[in-house]
Each structure stands twice: as structure tokens, then as C-alpha cells.
């Protein structure tokens, strides 16, 4: 029986093909929700004690049982029971079982809408605290491994042609800067899904005299969705918003990925991992695939339709909630796993990598050079387009010698990474989530 049901009457056979297709995977995602949802009730029978709706014996018996309900998730021991709708009934039929006619009481001044919103959005707080974690954890990788090959360089290419000199240390360095902006964007997720939207019962409110600065401060929220209506149209913006912050990171990856796969080739040979970090071919003995970084491209370039997706599910929808939100979760969550494997996947292997040296010693990389002998010869008095032509002349009449010395001071340069200063900006930007 549901808890929204009026009489335990079996209604048949349409009863239950239409559950089987309203509730779809959402039972399986329910799962991840259980701790927060009990965290939420916590919360919620404490106000309801503090405005007189629970005797102070009734919250003791209530939150006494809910702490134990909650140490059975933590456990792995809570499930949900055949016939039961979802988790929140789950909880509360529990909690009825154990300690009577109390347990009812606990969804006075809420309504299922405002009970998921925010378990969603102390479910969604605590992953994005995770996905900071894990980018924090590669960020630190990439800044370590610029440093220890800052001095190796490698040739840049613009069009996919030999560019400019370039190094390990700039290019790790770049991913590294990279992934700090992209946690701009995770700490402006957080900043929309730590607010608390309990209280706005179905999207109107409620009679109760509910205290709504009680619960916000009791489940560590900054501040509150403070419009009702507002606050259930948030449902869908707050995913959106991850979303982004997860798309941007995910192209932070995608692109470190390709980068990794061109070099690993043999007509590269930049980069090398050990051969139990690749794979072989059924029929080329020689093969050492870099699989792990062709998934994790393709992977995070799944995670990048993520805005878009759910842009389509929600765009269409009057204020007011409606069951087309149930899909954010079978969207969303999933995505947030891969991702965070996927950096944790990228960390590993470049602890492994080997980064080769004397790279542009090779005579097909001399003329990566001509544009430091153009500015030899600018900075010796020769106006830049003489010099520019002077050494263009001199590349066609094959009588260019490359100058084999680089020698970039500015900030940001292969001679000067500052590395230090993106550090810090890392740090100051994880101390707004972590």
C-alpha cells in the first residue's frame, strides 16, 4: 500500500503495469538517498518538536530509532521492500513498525516534493565535495609532474603542424590550470545546491508554523530556497548546474586524454605507461593500446551531454512539480560516478607515466626554433618583419641553423611556470567546497 492511498484495495492488474512504469530505475537511486533522507527527518522532528507538533518523549522515541535506521544503511543492511513506493515510505514504514502510532507523525509539514528536493540536494553537496576531492587529487598530480619535467621539451603544434618549443611542464602545467577553473564552476554548483528547500511542502508552503531557519541551521545549509514556489523550481536547476561544472571538468579529461593517446604513438613517442597499463591486439603482437584514455575520453564526452540533456527534460515545464524531474536522477547520478572515476582512473596512470627526454634534438624539429631566432634578431635591433623574412629566406635556402636555446622568462612561460601562484588559486578556490 502507498502511503498517499486512501484503502488497501488491490486495484488490479493496471495498478501494476502502471507502477512498473512510473517507478521505473528510481527505486535503485532511492538508495543513494537513504542517509540523507533519514538526515532530513532528523532535522524535521526536531523543528516539529521546537514548534510543538511532537511531545519531547515522541522526538527522543522517533530520532532514537531513525539513528538506528541510519546505521543500518551505513551497514548495507536498509533495503526497499517489494510494494513499498520509494524510499521516504520505506523509512517511515520502518519507523512506524518499530515504534507505533509516533512514526506517523513524522511527515506533518512536508510533502514528498520538498522531502526529495532535499535529500537531493544533501546528496548532491556531498558528491560534489567528492568530484572537488578527486580533481583536487589529479590537480596536485599535475602540478607535481610539471615541476619534476619542467626542464624537458617537447614540440607545440598549432593545426596539427610543428608550432613553437614547447615543455612537459607547460603541458602538464596546462591541465593543472585547466582543472582550477573548472572548480570555479563546481563551487558555483555548490553554492545553488546548499541551500535548504524544506519546508516548501508540495511548492506552497504550509499551514504549520513551520521554522525554516531551524532546519536550514541543523543540516548545515548557508542559507535557504526562501520562496516556495521558487524553491521546487529549483528541481532540475540545481542538476543543471553540477551538470555544467561536470562538463566542463570531463572536457579538462577528454582533452588530457587525446592528448595522452597522440603521444603515446609511435610516430610521437613522448609518453610511455607500463604494459600491464595497456593493452594488446588478438592478431599484432607489437600493440600497446592506451584503452584506458580512449574510454576515459569517451566517457567524459558522454558526461559533457549532461547540460543538454537535461536542458530537454526540464525546459518545457510550467512552474509547479511534475514527474518528469523523477529522470534527473537516471541522468545525473550515474554521470557523477563515472566521472569521479574517471579522474581517479587518470591520476592512476599518470603516476605511472614516463616522459621521454631530448625530444627536439630529432632534426624534423629544427625548425620549431625560427621564430626564437626572429626575436634574436629583434632584440639585437632588426625590425620584426626583416627578421621575419631574414629567417624565412633562410629556412627555404636550407641554410637555417637553429639557435637550440629557449629562452621565455615571462610569467606563465616555459621558463617561468608559476607554478606556485596556480597552486594557490587551487587552494582558495577548494576552501569554498572542501
Same mark, same amino acid.
Given at each position: 500500500?502507498? @502511503?498517499?492511498?486512501?484503502?488497501?484495495?488491490?486495484?488490479?492488474?493496471?495498478?501494476?503495469? @502502471?507502477?512498473?512504469?512510473?517507478?521505473?530505475?528510481?527505486?535503485?537511486?532511492?538508495?543513494?538517498?537513504?542517509?540523507?533522507?533519514?538526515?532530513?527527518? +532528523?532535522?524535521?522532528?526536531?523543528? !516539529?518538536?521546537?514548534?510543538?507538533?511532537?511531545?519531547?518523549?515522541?522526538?527522543?522515541? +522517533?530520532?532514537?530509532?531513525?539513528?538506528?535506521?541510519?546505521?543500518?544503511?551505513? %551497514?548495507?543492511?536498509?533495503?526497499?521492500?517489494?510494494?513499498?513506493?520509494?524510499?521516504?515510505?520505506?523509512?517511515?514504514?520502518?519507523?512506524?513498525?518499530?515504534?507505533?502510532?509516533?512514526?506517523? /507523525?513524522?511527515?506533518?509539514?512536508?510533502?514528498?516534493?520538498?522531502?526529495?528536493?532535499?535529500? @537531493?540536494?544533501?546528496?548532491?553537496?556531498?558528491?560534489?565535495? %567528492?568530484?572537488?576531492?578527486?580533481? /583536487?587529487?589529479?590537480?596536485?598530480?599535475?602540478?607535481?609532474?610539471?615541476?619534476?619535467?619542467?626542464?624537458?621539451?617537447?614540440?607545440?603544434?598549432?593545426?596539427?603542424?610543428?608550432?613553437?618549443?614547447?615543455?612537459?611542464?607547460?603541458?602538464?602545467?596546462?591541465?593543472?590550470?585547466?582543472?582550477?577553473?573548472?572548480?570555479?564552476?563546481?563551487?558555483? %554548483?555548490?553554492?545553488?545546491?546548499? /541551500?535548504?528547500?524544506?519546508?516548501?511542502?508540495?511548492?506552497?508552503?504550509?499551514?504549520?508554523?513551520?521554522?525554516?531557519?531551524?532546519?536550514?541551521?541543523?543540516?548545515?545549509?548557508?542559507?535557504?530556497?526562501?520562496?516556495?514556489?521558487?524553491?521546487?523550481?529549483?528541481?532540475?536547476?540545481?542538476? /543543471?548546474?553540477?551538470?555544467?561544472?561536470?562538463?566542463?571538468?570531463?572536457?579538462?579529461?577528454?582533452?588530457?586524454?587525446?592528448?595522452?593517446?597522440?603521444?603515446?604513438?609511435?610516430?610521437?613517442?613522448? !609518453?610511455?605507461?607500463?604494459?600491464?597499463?595497456?593493452?594488446?591486439?588478438?592478431?599484432?603482437?607489437?600493440?600497446?593500446?592506451?584503452?584506458?584514455?580512449?574510454?576515459?575520453? %569517451?566517457?567524459?564526452?558522454?558526461?559533457?551531454?549532461?547540460?543538454?540533456?537535461?536542458?530537454?527534460?526540464?525546459?518545457?515545464?510550467?512552474?509547479?512539480?511534475?514527474?518528469?524531474?523523477?529522470?534527473?536522477?537516471?541522468?545525473?547520478?550515474?554521470?557523477?560516478?563515472?566521472?569521479?572515476?574517471?579522474?581517479?582512473?587518470?591520476?592512476?596512470?599518470?603516476?605511472?607515466?614516463?616522459?621521454?627526454?631530448?625530444?627536439?634534438?630529432?632534426?624534423?624539429?629544427?625548425?620549431?626554433?625560427?621564430?626564437?631566432?626572429?626575436?634574436?634578431?629583434?632584440?639585437?635591433?632588426?625590425?620584426?618583419?626583416?627578421?621575419?623574412?631574414?629567417?624565412?629566406?633562410?629556412?627555404?635556402?636550407?641554410?637555417?641553423?637553429?639557435?637550440?636555446?629557449?629562452?621565455?622568462?615571462?610569467?606563465?612561460?616555459?621558463?617561468?611556470?608559476?607554478?606556485?601562484?596556480?597552486?594557490?588559486?587551487?587552494?582558495?578556490?577548494?576552501?569554498?567546497?572542501?
Amino acid at each position: 500500500m502507498k @502511503i498517499w492511498q486512501k484503502d488497501s484495495a488491490d486495484t488490479g492488474e493496471w495498478s501494476r503495469l @502502471i507502477e512498473a512504469f512510473t517507478v521505473g530505475r528510481d527505486l535503485e537511486f532511492d538508495l543513494l538517498l537513504a542517509e540523507h533522507d533519514v538526515a532530513g527527518s +532528523i532535522a524535521h522532528t526536531q523543528m !516539529l518538536q521546537h514548534i510543538g507538533l511532537l511531545t519531547a518523549a515522541e522526538l527522543d522515541s +522517533i530520532q532514537t530509532e531513525l539513528r538506528r535506521i541510519l546505521e543500518d544503511i551505513r %551497514a548495507g543492511r536498509f533495503a526497499i521492500e517489494p510494494g513499498v513506493e520509494d524510499v521516504h515510505s520505506q523509512i517511515e514504514l520502518l519507523l512506524t513498525r518499530r515504534i507505533g502510532e509516533t512514526g506517523k /507523525k513524522i511527515h506533518s509539514g512536508r510533502s514528498r516534493n520538498d522531502q526529495v528536493l532535499l535529500d @537531493i540536494k544533501l546528496y548532491l553537496r556531498a558528491e560534489i565535495r %567528492a568530484i572537488a576531492e578527486a580533481v /583536487k587529487t589529479l590537480f596536485d598530480l599535475l602540478l607535481q609532474l610539471s615541476e619534476q619535467h619542467r626542464d624537458k621539451l617537447l614540440p607545440g603544434y598549432t593545426h596539427f603542424q610543428i608550432a613553437m618549443p614547447s615543455s612537459f611542464g607547460l603541458w602538464f602545467g596546462a591541465y593543472a590550470e585547466s582543472l582550477c577553473d573548472d572548480m570555479e564552476f563546481l563551487v558555483a %554548483a555548490w553554492n545553488i545546491a546548499d /541551500k535548504n528547500p524544506l519546508g516548501s511542502g508540495a511548492g506552497y508552503g504550509s499551514s504549520f508554523p513551520l521554522d525554516r531557519a531551524m532546519t536550514t541551521e541543523l543540516l548545515g545549509f548557508s542559507g535557504m530556497n526562501y520562496n516556495v514556489v521558487y524553491a521546487q523550481m529549483t528541481r532540475g536547476k540545481t542538476e /543543471k548546474a553540477l551538470a555544467m561544472a561536470m562538463s566542463c571538468i570531463a572536457a579538462t579529461l577528454s582533452k588530457l586524454a587525446y592528448d595522452v593517446c597522440l603521444y603515446m604513438n609511435q610516430n610521437f613517442g613522448f !609518453l610511455s605507461f607500463p604494459d600491464a597499463l595497456t593493452t594488446g591486439s588478438s592478431i599484432m603482437p607489437h600493440k600497446k593500446n592506451p584503452d584506458v584514455f580512449e574510454l576515459i575520453r %569517451a566517457k567524459c564526452n558522454r558526461i559533457q551531454a549532461l547540460p543538454n540533456e537535461l536542458t530537454l527534460l526540464s525546459n518545457n515545464l510550467p512552474s509547479g512539480y511534475h514527474r518528469d524531474m523523477q529522470l534527473t536522477k537516471e541522468i545525473l547520478f550515474p554521470a557523477i560516478a563515472e566521472l569521479k572515476n574517471c579522474a581517479g582512473m587518470t591520476a592512476f596512470m599518470l603516476q605511472h607515466v614516463t616522459v621521454k627526454d631530448g625530444i627536439l634534438n630529432d632534426e624534423k624539429y629544427r625548425y620549431l626554433f625560427s621564430v626564437e631566432a626572429v626575436n634574436a634578431q629583434v632584440l639585437a635591433g632588426v625590425p620584426f618583419r626583416d627578421a621575419y623574412r631574414n629567417v624565412g629566406q633562410a629556412i627555404e635556402q636550407g641554410a637555417f641553423i637553429p639557435p637550440k636555446e629557449v629562452q621565455h622568462t615571462h610569467e606563465g612561460s616555459i621558463g617561468n611556470l608559476c607554478n606556485e601562484a596556480i597552486g594557490k588559486r587551487m587552494e582558495e578556490v577548494c576552501g569554498k567546497i572542501l
